[in-house]
Nanobody, 123 residues
């Protein structure tokens, strides 16, 4: 399984970014996909996840109402639309995959990880 995240960058507070994660080497629809983030000096934390076929989504409380996770199974790609960005959203964002359908909030349950993409929100 290979995951390639992209779309990070520098944006002002209140702005938006859209992250993408292209997956290969897997039957994409069979995997729950997730986004996690890690800020300097902090542990990696759950951001959002989406099940493979029934498109249930889950969000951390800190991003509910601002971030939207989606997937295109035909393109083997998962997205994270991030609106109303805040300085506290600054982190390296990682996409991850776990086989099977689950709520996917547990970092330890994800067996495959992308390389991360930096998101920096200036105040």
């Amino acid at each position: 399984v290979q995951l390639q995240a992209s779309g990070g960058g520098l944006v002002q507070a209140g702005g938006y970014l859209r992250l993408s994660c292209a997956a290969s080497g897997l039957t994409f629809s069979a995997y729950t996909m997730g986004w996690f983030r890690q800020a300097p000096g902090k542990e990696r934390e759950f951001v959002a996840s989406i099940r493979g076929t029934f498109v249930f989504t889950y969000y951390a409380d800190s991003v509910k109402g601002r971030f939207t996770i989606s997937r295109d199974n035909a393109k083997n790609t998962v997205y994270l639309q991030m609106n109303s960005l805040k300085p506290e959203d600054t982190a390296v964002y990682y996409c991850a995959a776990r086989l099977g359908s689950s709520s996917g909030t547990n970092r330890a349950a994800f067996g495959s990880w992308g390389q991360g993409t930096q998101v920096t929100v200036s105040s």
